[in-house]
């Protein structure tokens, strides 16, 4: 019986899908019902399918919607081209990338070497990613961008706090070494403790959402719960691929709020390259590597003094500088 129906609702989606006329088209009718011939049950469908948006019809190959049963071939075809033409995919001229250049901006380290390294300081619009071992700075970097941001860009920050190391006494140090007032800084930084990867996935959404005219997005450290939690071989691929998920979703965030995205990420061992270069690489692998626009390597020196390595950016060739972290921040390192 159902069969029957659902064969009859076929046939009349083949003879009279199109679009329907003089219907405004707004936000509250969905793009299905929009489109006449479709029926209750093929709605259905496609949406228990992950095809109930013109997004999600735009972006799908006529063989994806076919695979749905009940859907024949001109049906897709029409649903995909009438979903096109009401979605930008996002084609675009050379000249329009002007715009979104122009509008990047440089947040200053407060170290003069440093920022000639990186051509300014961390650009927003993307993210940067800052590895290196334990105790090398990536922490203390965090706390001079978070002030820097409310200081040069009058924007406040979110920050992702995955091991607790957020330290209220260094922002205060940092701040009343740059002549701020600490309590209008620390009322400027939303804090986010992670006890997980699913609450820091989370809490990043959570924050972004909430927190209004954002200049930098601090997670501190990515990786840290990800690797304890996938630890074996068998979740890798899971776990990359929640990675890919959560990192997509902050590059995303950062283009679209035209901020800066800082990540902190822990290094391994290769140990097939102990005697070649950098025994240290982070951790993450592709995913991490393609999904940050700039990686920076900070390793410890004597005392005072770090370097910062550029080894990825697709605009500025690689380079290598010192610095140091003292009590009141980033600085240049004199000799
Ligand atoms: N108040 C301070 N004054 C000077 N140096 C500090 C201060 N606090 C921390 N540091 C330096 O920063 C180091 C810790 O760096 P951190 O950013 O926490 O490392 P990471 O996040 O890379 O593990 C300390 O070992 C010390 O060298
Ligand atoms: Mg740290």
């Known amino acids: 019986m159902a069969k029957a129906q659902d064969k009859k609702e076929e046939m009349v ?8 006329k003089d219907k405004n ?3 509250e009718k969905s793009f299905l019902e929009s489109i006449s011939g479709i029926g209750p049950t093929t709605k259905k469908r496609l949406e228990e399918a992950g095809y109930g948006s013109k997004e999600a019809i735009a972006l799908a190959t006529r063989a994806q919607l076919t695979e749905i049963s009940g859907i024949a071939e001109k049906t897709a075809s029409i649903l995909i ?3 096109r033409a009401r979605f930008d995919l996002g084609l675009k001229k050379g000249t329009e990338f002007e715009t979104a250049a122009r509008s ?3 947040l200053t380290t407060s170290s003069k070497v440093f920022d000639e390294l990186l051509a300014g300081g961390f650009e927003t619009g993307s993210i940067t990613e800052i590895a290196g071992e334990n105790g090398c700075g990536k922490t203390q970097i965090a706390h001079q961008m978070a002030v820097n941001c409310i200081k040069y860009f009058d924007r406040d920050v979110i920050w992702i706090d995955t091991e607790g190391t957020f330290r209220f006494n260094r922002i205060v140090q940092v701040a009343q070494a ?3 007032d600490p309590d209008s800084v620390l009322s400027r930084i939303t804090v986010g403790r992670a006890y997980n990867s699913e609450h820091q996935m989370a809490l990043t959404e959570e924050a972004i959402t909430t927190v209004p005219n954002v200049g930098l997005i601090i997670v501190d450290s990515l990786m840290a719960h990800f690797r304890s939690e996938f630890a074996g071989r068998a979740t890798l691929a899971e776990r990359q691929q929640l990675i890919g998920k959560h990192l997509s979703f902050i590059a995303k965030q950062t283009e679209m709020l035209n901020c800066v995205g800082l990540v902190t990420n822990q290094v391994s061992a290769k140990p097939d390259a102990l005697f070649f270069g950098d025994p240290n690489k982070p951790v993450g692998g592709n995913v ?5 626009t700039t990686r920076l390597m900070i390793r410890k020196g004597k005392d005072i003094k770090r370097t910062a390595t550029l080894t990825k950016n697709p605009e500025l060739p690689d380079g290598k500088i010192e610095f140091a972290i003292t009590s009141e921040g ?3 390192f004199k000799k």
């Open 13 to 20: 989606v083949e003879k009279e899908i199109q679009p329907k």
């Open 25 to 27: 088209l707004s936000s």
């Open 81 to 83: 081209s009438e979903a």
């Open 104 to 106: 990047r901006q440089k």
């Open 178 to 180: 740059m002549d701020l």
């Open 288 to 292: 991490v590597g393609h999904t940050v």
């Open 330 to 332: 980033v600085r240049d």
